[in-house]
């Protein structure tokens, strides 16, 4: 049982990624094929990292990268392209994939986590006296 609330996690991931993959496969084949699709991935990204953490996003950013690659951009079912510059989107949606993991990370941090440093028991303890400053004058 303990195995399987380990894998559980990994296959709902690669599971979504796969799913927006088709979405996104049929979509690029009946439209005549549209550059910017990868950036659909963001989606399914976040909301990886949100429900489970940022390893497993980043290994989605992965999945999604390697089937974008191969399923999205021409030439079609290859990996790798004879044209450097096709990996523009690419590396743009892994830039802007780890941004967002690690901006969602920051936000889903406990507060005691921020708090243990002291910092916002500083700011308000500087806040305060100031404002007492403020009034005796």
């Known amino acids: ?41 963001l989606f399914p990204v976040a909301l990886i990292a949100g429900l489970y953490n940022s390893r497993l996003a980043l290994f989605g950013t992965a999945i999604a990268l390697i089937c974008a690659d191969y399923f999205l951009q021409k030439p079609l079912y290859v990996l790798g392209s004879d044209n450097p510059l096709e990996y523009g989107d690419l590396f743009v949606f892994a830039l802007l994939a780890v941004t967002a993991i690690k901006f969602i990370q920051v936000l889903l941090q406990p507060h005691n986590r921020r708090d243990s440093s002291g910092n916002f028991a500083k700011f308000t303890a500087i806040r305060r006296a100031s404002s007492r400053l403020r009034g005796k004058s």
Do not use: E, F, Q
């Open 1 to 41: 049982m303990r195995a399987l609330k380990g894998v559980l996690p990994i296959a709902v991931s690669v599971g979504l990624i796969l799913a927006v993959t088709v979405v996104l496969w049929r979509l690029s084949s009946t439209t005549a094929g549209s550059y910017n699709l990868v950036y659909i991935y």
